[in-house]
């Protein structure tokens, strides 16, 4: 395989701190946080996720207008439906009694693209430096049609038949995800156990693949950053260490909890809040639910909505989906300059 960039595009090498701000869909990535990343000479990201084509081509203006360094945007791929209506109705009367005590009515569990296509237009016009994709990889086209515009695509990984995937469909690096990241795995199939060999396991098993590797999931403090460097990673990304950034927009609710050294104690895979397996510290919405989530994403991501809104709003968070990673108590407040360089190897 050619891993030769072409003059211009954007290369890993290239970053002064080989650190990357994963994006975190759902609020915490900000524009902002992109720039404050990408200007301490790491790589900053935008979380497409759950944003409009609109929305999501505001935020590239809005980086753009605070840099003129590299940054990434990441997008959903878009799931086929896995739940059968009986199983939403179930799931849905065991989440009413939530609905009821933060009085709001659950939302409309509707299959949707994420405005997949719309958002492929604007990455195709903008063409950001780098596009990556969670949840699968696009088709060849896809990606093709983006490096033509002189994107460089990276797609996310957990394991050696994704990567192997990412690499025929034409990705120029993949970002292998452990089971020690914070927030949604990215496993293609949204209906199976994610995997849980760690990850520096992951990135032994794909050293011998002709392409850069990102390593994500734990990174936490430089001894984290220089042994994935260590085993084979070009860079890292660490997400859960920005949570608390001056510049991300975690909710109130979230960093509370984050900074909480009796409340929360442990993180848990969970797909009770959305319907696909994610990471984030144990509450009583997950120990509640937990036992009768079935897999449905993004039905259920949309039915439990008006409740995480409700629940934020009223600072409440037992019924939050508290996204984290297992080293979550690195986590510190301040600006995300401090907060890259502290993870600088």
Known sequence: MDTQQKPGRFNLGSLAVPIIQAPMAGGPSTPQLAAAATASGGLGFLAAGYKTAAAMRSEIETVRSLTSRAFGVNLFVPQPSVISPASLQKYAASLAPDAERFGVSLGEPRHDDDDWDKKLEVLLELAPAVVSFTFDVPATGVVQALQKQGVYVVATVTDRGEAL????????????????????????????????????????????????????????TPDDTRAA??????????????????????????????????????????????????????????????????????????????????????????????????????????????ILKSLAP
Request: glycine fraction near 10%; include cysteine; aromatic fraction near 6%.
């Open 165 to 220: 995937q990412a690499l025929e469909a034409g990705a120029d690096a993949l970002c292998v995800q452990g089971p020690e990241a914070g927030g949604h795995r990215g496993t293609f199939k949204a209906d199976v156990p994610p995997p849980e060999v760690p990850l520096h396991g992951i990135l032994e098993e794909l050293s011998d693949l002709e392409v850069p590797l990102i390593a994500a999931g734990g990174i936490a």
């Open 229 to 338: 460097l260590a085993v084979g990673a070009a860079a890292v990304q660490a997400g859960t260490a920005f949570l608390r950034a001056d510049e991300a927009g975690t909710k109130a609710a979230h960093r509370a909890a984050l900074s909480s050294s009796e409340r929360f104690t442990t993180t848990a895979v969970t797909r009770a809040f959305s319907g696909r397996n994610a990471r984030g510290l144990y509450n009583e919405f997950m120990r509640r639910h937990d036992p009768d989530a079935p897999y449905g994403y993004p039905e259920i991501h949309h039915l439990t909505t008006p409740l995480r809104a409700a629940a934020a709003a009223a600072g409440e968070p037992d019924w939050l989906n508290l996204w984290a990673g297992i080293n979550y108590r690195h986590a510190v407040d301040g600006p995300a300059a401090a």
